[in-house]
């Protein structure tokens, strides 16, 4: 009990501490955040006479200067997600795949573990387009579609987890339908396929990987710029900054 009393107090000193370095500004949030609990109003803390957040949160860790892709996984990313993109490349390599689709394996849920589940895909591939091969991003976005679809000549089956999740009526949305259509012709179309076959069987608790595994790979095929990500101007440079400070007023 003494320990657990001295978890607690430790807990409570931080957040007392990360109050009094917020001070008297407020915090706003986005509307997408507001709408994933039914709510549409947005505060810019008008009559309050407090100034609003911009720049540092003291109640996240702080980013170096010019973070790397690791650092985001270290200081910003869901914790519980990454294990899941480790076993999942875990498992390219064990099958032989590409460092290309290894790497594509290992952040093929960069979305989920770094700012959105919907249409993760997408996002994903938006975010990390500027560096990484075209074929890398092509798979990642596409794996959106193609996971809702069984191909047996490699294997694949419609998840069972899906079943759980979504109910057995579940039909994927006429959008998505019609990528899996185009995507099917497509010359990339077994490297989304193999992130489907190489996700779903990654959800081991009895495995660990570490990212240690991947870091040679990550140097190789993940064009880190030298200003840091978020600062190098790319098309995605603001997706970064936006996770680096979530809570910016504007």
Known sequence: MADA???TQAADELEHRQMEELGDRLITKSLLFLLADGERNVSF????GKQLLMGEDPRLPPMPEKPT?????????????QQHLLQSANLAQKNGLTEKMV????LHDIAVCGFIRSDHGYWGAQLI??????EVSWAIRYHQCLRFYP???VGY???DNYVRMFGADYKPDPYIQADYERTKKHKWYMSARMICVNDLYSFDPNVVVRWEQFEDLIGRHFKQPKEGLGNDNS???HMWRTIIRPCNAL
């Open 129 to 134: 387009e500027p560096y990484v091969d075209e």
């Open 103 to 106: 790497l594509a394996c290992l």
């Open 5 to 7: 009393l001295t978890i």
């Open 45 to 48: 803390g008008l009559g309050s």
């Open 69 to 81: 892709l690791m650092d985001f996984f270290r200081y910003r990313f869901a914790l519980g997600s």
């Open 151 to 153: 191909d047996e000549t």
């Open 235 to 237: 098309p995605s440079a």
């Open 157 to 159: 089956g419609y998840p």
